[in-house]
């Protein structure tokens, strides 16, 4: 196979998904308006995810994070374990 046909056959993949993200971006625009995208921290699992953020909502602040504050049932039975 030629140099560009190779190229154009990794390169095609990732310009669809780009493409289509692109369609999926400008329709949700039409129909829901501006959006502002942030990180969302999640206090069950411990973990943020990049999503949509309301206007009436702050985004979240990882300089703001307290691990200590993570509640995870493992790391709690472990130290009830250790206790007893």
């Known amino acids: 196979m030629q140099a560009q046909t190779i190229a ?3 390169i095609v993949p990732f310009a669809l998904a780009f493409l ?3 369609i999926h971006e400008y329709l949700r ?3 829901e308006g ?3 995208y942030g990180l969302v921290y999640n206090e069950e699992t411990g973990t943020t995810h ?3 953020i309301p206007e009436h909502e ?6 703001d994070y307290d ?3 993570y509640n ?3 790391i709690n039975r472990s130290s009830d374990d250790e206790k007893s």
């Open 29 to 31: 625009y039409r129909t």
């Open 34 to 36: 501006r959006a502002s």
């Open 58 to 63: 702050e985004a979240y602040d990882p300089v």
């Open 20 to 22: 289509y993200a692109c």
């Open 67 to 69: 691990p200590n504050d």
């Open 8 to 10: 154009f056959l990794i």
């Open 72 to 74: 995870d049932p493992e």
């Open 50 to 52: 990049v999503t949509g």
